[in-house]
């Protein structure tokens, strides 16, 4: 078997030819198994492993040496001498010299992997250790016995411990005697070596090249950022700059931002997959591969409120290091210490546009104004306008809409139905009848919502986000939930509820980190969010006579925190005003008292409620909207049980259908209906 077809050593054989990873690898294995065919006794080579003499005959053809003593120094020097020109792009050499490995440490390097390339390498290792029977791989006695006399190898030992530090082998039996320890190679690092970049057997991180990502001129980015990747260059050439810590909501181009980064110095990117605990050797193994491929490894981490992670120390490895981080938590450890972090915003609408342009393929004039509406993360937009292409081509379309888009985002959206339940639209105006006052608070917050945007950037620095969060108290059945219906119609956009059972946890910081989840997508997906029956959150601290008085105020803290610098549109709803904390009052943007309905309103939601068939008597309508003191959804219910009892005869809803279901809303409450008991009929 050979390690060099017929077509390679025509290419090699002069050893004038462009130097390729795959070949100095090859070139390399011959030469090492030139020294296990060295330390052999010529006899033995030619009785028990005649396949020994093929690597003999295979150098010296590279030569153009006769295959006798000094061959291997003489292929060595070939081999060195070939590949000079080309060390920047060969492993075995970034190896060599970004480690100061020595020769003999990749001598024996090479020679432990000899099996993974020649089986034949495996009745060798067992026959000459025969204190380890079955034992196809060498050992550390083997290795020292067989180069220990050499004049050029020293320090068997300390090479190996080095190799095992760089994640480039591993002993296959710790619990043997130390003599015993048998060695194998890294298969990801030894893949590498042998010039293959696809690492799509590691499942803990992936490899980009640097022509695989977008350049620093193919991205969108805030003046301001742009900046400051301007400057980094010169501070990562100065050693002044180590790591790039990008801070942001999620898909919001944090990854791809620190991708061009490395493009632009050069190197490509070595991605540690989220949530991943690199804990044993993994390290090292990250390390050393940076060095071979000559790639920026990238973390991302996401954090809630108060966590902190640690960037590994990996190893040899010197070069940069990048951080895509969330909004919240801390890095810990030497990587911050000389290294820059970067705040990436939502893009603004300006930004939106351009982007938006690019994903849709439209001319940025040619936008149409819909596209406004969406206020998402860059990663978003390029993943909605997708879905939206698939939806249009559902309908046998090309031309993609408003609802195209919408349909794309919503089915961005679907992780959020893990702590949230989204809830139709399809309400108007039309449908809420209120006092005046709440009504005119109601258009204005929807103008405050639509025009958010606009207006932080009026008020500059004043503005303290770019967040609309809104307080609906009064009692149940007022017209809250409703009113947050409409709202989202209005703006055209999806509205979820907090479901609350999905949140709350009885472990602490669970519920704190459960609802940071909640917070940090909504604003990523430009929804609105209605937190219904607030108070059972934003309950008013208290004086601490326990333990739980203290969690409970804790998680009090982080709420006001959080929703104070919250940039989607937040609706809360309450029954119980009185209960939450007034810190949470003053940072509402808007706080609405929706009080039960007049005698006015009343007959309003009777005639919005029944049928348009109906055969209600008016001055039945009339009465009971004067003496009856029900809510908007107590009324709501008793249309809906008057129609029912209508649908259940086949007939139009009777007065006696509207009096029952009233008499049994009363019933429901324990209350006495002013009405007169109604009869048949």
């Not at 020769?103 to 089986?119: C, F, T, Y």
Request: with cysteine; glycine share 8%.
């Amino acid at each position: 078997m050979s390690l060099i077809t017929s077509t390679e050593r025509e290419l090699a054989a002069p050893l004038d030819q462009p130097a390729t990873p795959s070949s100095h690898f090859k070139l390399a294995l011959i030469a090492s198994a030139l020294r296990v065919r060295e330390v052999l006794e010529p006899e033995q080579t030619a009785s028990e492993f005649p396949f020994l003499e093929s690597y003999a005959e295979e150098a010296a053809t590279l030569c153009g040496a006769a295959p006798g003593p000094g061959l291997r120094t003489r292929l060595r020097q070939e081999v060195a001498r070939w590949a000079a020109p080309h060390k920047s792009v060969l492993p075995l050499s970034a190896l060599a010299s970004g480690t100061n490995l020595s020769a003999d440490a990749l001598d024996l390097l090479l020679i432990i992997g000899l099996i993974e390339e020649d089986p034949r390498f495996g009745p060798l290792f067992e026959w000459a250790q025969p204190g380890s029977p079955g034992q196809q791989r060498p050992t550390l006695g083997l290795l020292t016995a067989w180069l220990r006399d050499e004049e050029d190898c020293v320090g068997i030992r300390s090479a190996l411990r080095r190799l095992c530090e760089l994640g480039l082998i591993g002993v296959v039996n710790p619990d043997a005697p130390r003599l015993f320890w048998a060695y194998e190679v890294t298969p990801i690092l030894w893949d590498v070596l042998r010039g293959e970049t696809d690492l799509s057997g590691a499942t803990w991180l992936s490899f980009r090249k640097a022509m695989e990502v977008p350049s620093l001129q193919q991205l969108i980015l805030p003046p301001q950022i742009q900046a400051k990747v301007r400057a980094m260059p010169e501070m990562l050439a100065a050693g002044k700059l180590s790591a790039m810590i990008v801070r942001g909501p999620l898909h919001n181009g944090r990854k791809t931002l620190l991708r061009a980064r490395a493009r632009a110095a050069g190197y490509g990117v070595l991605e540690v997959e989220p949530g991943h605990k690199l804990d044993g050797a993994k390290p090292a193994c990250l390390g050393t591969l940076c060095i071979l491929l000559n790639a920026m490894p990238l973390f991302t981490v996401e954090l809630a409120p108060g966590e902190t992670a640690a960037i590994p120390s990996l190893g040899c490895y010197r070069g940069p290091q990048a951080v895509a981080l969330s909004r919240q938590g801390a890095i810990d450890g030497k990587i911050t210490e000389r290294g820059i972090t970067l705040e990436l915003p939502l893009p603004h609408s300006a930004d939106r546009r351009r982007l938006w342009s690019r994903a849709l393929e439209i001319r940025e004039e040619d936008l149409p104004e819909w596209t406004d509406r969406f206020r998402l993360t860059s990663g978003c937009i390029h993943r909605a306008a997708e879905l939206a292409r698939r939806e249009a081509l559902l309908e046998g379309t090309r031309e993609l809409d408003h609802h195209h888009v919408r349909r794309g985002v919503r089915a961005l959206q679907q992780p959020l139905e893990n702590q949230t339940r989204r809830i139709e639209d399809g309400a108007a105006w039309d449908h809420i009848v209120a006092a005046p006052d709440v009504l005119v608070e109601l258009h204005t917050l929807a103008e405050r919502c639509r025009f958010r945007e606009l207006l932080a950037s009026a008020l500059g620095p004043a503005a303290s986000s770019h967040g609309v969060k809104a307080l609906f108290g009064g009692p149940s059945g007022t017209g809250k939930t409703l009113a947050a219906r409409v709202l989202a119609s209005e703006l055209q956009l999806d509205l979820y509820r907090l479901d609350l059972s999905a949140i709350v946890n009885k472990y602490i910081g669970e519920t704190e980190k459960n609802l940071n989840q909640v917070l940090s997508r909504a604003e990523e997906l430009n929804i609105v969010l209605l937190l219904d029956e607030g108070d059972s959150l934003l309950t008013t601290r208290t004086a601490v006579q326990s333990s739980n008085d203290r969690y409970a105020n804790l998680e009090t803290n982080f709420l006001l925190q959080r929703i104070e610098s919250y940039e989607g549109i937040l609706f809360i709803t309450t029954n119980a005003l009185h209960r939450i904390d007034a810190a949470f009052q003053r940072r509402m943007d808007v706080l609405i008292d929706f009080r039960m309905p007049d005698a006015e309103e009343r007959r309003q939601i009777w005639r919005l409620h029944l049928p348009p068939d109906h055969e209600v008597a008016e001055n039945w309508i009339d009465d009971a909207a004067r003496r009856c003191h029900l809510s908007g959804g107590q009324i709501r219910n008793a249309a809906l049980h008057a129609s029912l009892l209508a649908l259940g005869r086949g007939s139009p809803v009777r007065t006696a259908d509207a009096a029952n279901a009233v008499f049994r809303e009363y019933q429901k409450i324990g209350a006495v209906c002013p009405l007169r008991r109604p009869g048949g009929g």
